[in-house]
């Protein structure tokens, strides 16, 4: 199974921008669903991204137009752009692979705290 490490996140002020990155133990190329979530303590994690092996991307509403989710089947990583964030996007994000209608293991996530 492929292992999935995120990095990326930090401390960043509300309007600003991050880049998560998803880095795969080996090859994404025939993982037809990747996707990111998040989650803030205490409530359920959240599908914030999902991205198809054909490049098809959806987004939940909360993020539409200001999240993008990309990847590099080549360096087999899937990557989060995310600009304009606002306070409520602070939470613990994670990727994850879709396969057989379940998503697998979950990682240790990247924090990201949107803060003036």
């Known amino acids: 199974q492929v292992q999935l490490v995120e990095s990326g996140g930090g401390l960043v002020q509300p309007g600003g921008s991050l880049r998560l990155s998803c880095a795969a133990s080996?090859?994404?190329?025939?993982?037809?669903?990747i996707g990111w979530f998040r989650q803030v303590p205490g409530k359920q994690r959240e599908l914030v991204a999902t991205i198809s092996s054909g490049g098809s991307a959806n987004y939940p509403d909360s993020v539409k137009g200001r999240f993008t989710i990309s990847r590099d089947n080549a360096k087999n990583t899937v990557y989060l752009q995310m600009n304009s964030l606002k306070p409520e996007d602070t939470g613990v994000y994670y990727c994850?692979?879709?396969?057989?209608?379940?998503?697998?293991?979950w990682g240790q996530g990247t924090q990201v705290t949107v803060s003036s």
């Open positions: 994850n692979v879709l396969k057989r209608g379940y998503w697998g293991d």
């Open positions: 080996g090859s994404i190329f025939s993982i037809n669903i």
